[in-house]
């Protein structure tokens, strides 16, 4: 969630350098949103591998619940990567 609100604090404060005609602050406020958006989508990532590890260790396995709970991971990655 914390990437999510400094994506969102990088493009208020990218509109504002706009509005006011502060270049800096545009720049600063893109490079926020960028950063943010960039950990959020790898982590993301992360989690859709590990997730689709447990599910294949579970499928291989039989341990259905090693199953599910990758599934999930794999679910939380993609509402991740979603934005």
Known sequence: MTDRIDELQGQIKKGIG?????????REGEAQEQAAKLKREAEGA??????KAQETIGEATDDTQTELEGKVRQAEGDIKRSG
């Open 18 to 26: 706009s509005l006011t005609g502060n270049e800096e602050m545009q």
């Open 46 to 51: 992360v989690d859709q591998g590990v997730g």
